[in-house]
């Protein structure tokens, strides 16, 4: 199966979904961009955008090359009390909304939920997410102040193993699309303790820094952890945009990341060929920056610079779910 690992599902409330955006993350320049280039109108945000997302996520899922992607919710930032600092917290896509998504999409989403581990009710939460056949968990730690390395955590860890459900982790380098209330928590060494606790996760956009940052680059801490863990892997989403350009093409040719390598397209952000004109030839360029369906352009845009069809279907063994997905698709 060709899977997508990492788009993003996205609300404000529409019709009781249950979704939630902050005033002031909603004002942050890019996301009025993105909101600009999915033709987002007024009058949606008022009442149908939740509904709409999903349903074009869907439609554009359903008319590409791809078998599957896995939408991915969104969790806020929590107190030292368990309960919910909407002052910090930025967007909430609760994993009740990302079940109703892929139950209503079967043959096109699966559900990628995301739970604060330091909210009150997280253990409870983590089982209706394994119950209801989630295949990862999302965390953006510097943007929901996670801490994976508390003790408090080993509980949480444990279940996770257990199940063999994956964590997939925006770490390594700085975020730009959320506000970071907490930039120390992206360092890609705070995964060794899921890690060593036998939890599979997946760091986003490869581990790579964003261009013209103070980031350190981590990303041979990244290859000394692919080495010493197997069940740790990364993704190559978000990358053919101006923040991480040169390491997609540099890591498509290394043969540990490739074999580590899971397909993503981090959806809504656009992906484009025009950064490697000298690698792919203006022709090239322009036959892939014709591909209309962003998740076809995303594909192909991996495979013109050297990433193997493995890294399309791969995760089909990574992923979590209880195996229910796979055997109604198959697998």
């Known amino acids: 199966m060709k899977l997508d690992i990492h788009v993003h599902l996205a609300g404000v409330g529409t019709q009781g979904s249950g979704c939630w955006l902050s005033p002031r993350f909603a004002r942050r320049p890019l996301i009025r961009l993105l909101r600009r280039l999915s033709g987002v109108t007024a009058e949606q945000m008022r009442s149908s955008i939740d509904q709409d997302w999903a349903e074009g996520i869907a439609r554009r899922v359903r008319e590409s090359e791809l078998d599957r992607a896995v939408v991915l919710g969104f969790d806020g930032v929590y107190d030292a009390r368990g309960e919910l600092d909407r002052e ?147 993704d190559n989403s978000g990358m053919a945009n101006p923040g991480r350009f040169p390491y997609l093409a540099r890591l498509a040719h290394d043969p540990l990341f490739r074999e580590r390598t899971l397909h993503g397209s981090d959806y809504p952000v656009p992906a484009h060929a025009f950064y490697f004109p000298r690698r792919l030839g203006p022709r090239r360029v322009r036959e892939l920056d014709a591909i209309a369906n962003p998740f076809d352009r995303s594909i192909a845009i991996h495979r013109a610079l050297g990433y193997p069809e493995g890294t399309l279907t791969r995760a089909a063994g990574v992923l979590g779910g209880n195996g229910r997905w796979r055997v109604e698709n198959g697998g």
């Open 88 to 234: 910090r917290s930025q967007l909430i896509v609760p994993p009740s909304w990302v079940f109703e998504v892929c139950r209503r999409h079967p043959d096109a989403l699966l559900p990628g939920p995301s739970i604060n581990p330091f909210r009150r009710d997280a253990m409870e939460r983590l089982e209706e997410c394994i119950g209801g056949g989630a295949v990862l968990l999302k965390w953006l730690p510097a943007a929901q102040a996670i801490d994976p390395t508390s003790p408090r955590l080993r509980p949480f860890y444990s279940r996770l193993a257990e199940v063999g459900l994956p964590l997939l982790v925006h770490a390594g380098g700085s975020e730009n699309t959320f506000r970071e209330v907490a930039p120390a928590l992206s360092d890609v060494r705070l995964l060794r303790m899921p890690l060593e606790a036998g939890v599979p996760v997946i760091c986003a956009h490869s581990g790579a820094r964003v261009l013209l940052s103070r980031d350190p680059d981590q990303l041979p801490l990244v290859r000394e952890m692919l080495l010493e863990f197997p069940r740790f892997w990364v």
